[in-house]
């Protein structure tokens, strides 16, 4: 297959497989996430095809302010992603959070361990792992004040939430996730290969809608089963590809591998 603008070839060289091994009693997992990103849980019950699709930018202007609004005073900091953890340590913001005594929440149990990893003690965490759920956890609270440092393509729900509970939010982009598509081509290229697709954000689900487009594949004729880690990303799937992708109990990694567990049997 030639690939538009790129060659096959050279990409396939270039991309992190994860040491995937084909076993034949091993499903065989495609798996689509930022580049940095690890295939956690996955390699252990499968052979994973890891291709980072989009890449992570990094917003300094929204650094910046991020520093003048805490600063300013909250009660809280919200973080959604793992990946923003890092990046705030990387700035010097980590410390700036401790020394003000700022409460800090997460959405779900791997940005916590990044949170944690950095040195920010986490102060709340949903037991459902999703925005909105955290939007109510945190407005029982009664904060005045909400800073969120988060992605430029965030979902929504989470600051609505909390503005209906007449709590003021002040949402910043830390990061924004750029598509790249040449990689997606190839990850696009695997599909017809592989047992399970899974897509980690509503931003992969709409880079490989293009590249299924560019490539003339019907994602609704593959075999195989998409799986989306959480309801977001599945509405995504739902509205981008036209199919019903399955989920995981638990809207993490290690719920996606025990989902494939449970049914690659």
């Known amino acids: 297959m030639v690939l538009p603008g790129k060659n096959l070839v050279f990409l396939l060289s ?15 997992i495609l798996l689509l996430r930022p580049s940095g990103s690890s295939a956690g849980a996955l390699e252990r019950i499968g ?12 917003l300094l202007n929204g650094l910046k302010r991020l520093v003048a609004e805490l600063e300013r005073g909250c009660d809280w900091l919200v ?4 990946r923003t953890p890092a990046i705030l340590a990387s700035a010097g913001i980590v410390e700036l959070v401790s020394r003000l005594g700022i409460h800090v ?13 950095v040195g920010l003690h986490v102060d709340l965490m949903p037991e459902e792992y999703r925005g909105a759920v955290l939007g109510g956890k945190l407005a029982s609270l009664k904060p005045k004040r909400v800073v969120l440092a988060r992605s430029a393509d965030a979902v929504p729900d989470l600051p609505r939430v909390l503005r209906e509970a007449g709590i003021e939010v002040v949402e910043i982009p830390v990061y924004r996730v750029e598509e790249d598509i040449h990689r997606a081509y190839v990850a696009a290229s695997f599909t017809t290969t592989v047992d399970y697709i899974v897509y980690t ?10 590249a299924y487009k560019a490539l003339h594949i019907n994602p609704i004729e593959l075999k195989a089963k998409h799986v989306a880690i959480g309801p977001t990303t599945a509405s995504a799937i739902r509205k981008l590809l036209g199919v019903e992708p399955l989920q995981p109990q638990e809207y993490t990694l290690d719920g996606i591998a025990k989902l494939i567990t449970s049914l690659h049997q």
């Open 14 to 28: 270039s991309l992190p497989f994860s040491g995937a091994r084909l076993v034949a009693s091993k499903p065989r």
């Open 47 to 58: 052979s994973v095809y890891h291709v980072p699709v989009v890449r992570i930018i990094v």
């Open 79 to 82: 973080l959604t992603s793992p």
């Open 105 to 117: 929440a997460v959405v779900g149990p791997k940005t916590r361990v990044e949170a944690e990893r």
């Open 201 to 210: 954000s509503p931003s992969i689900a709409k880079t490989m809608a293009k």
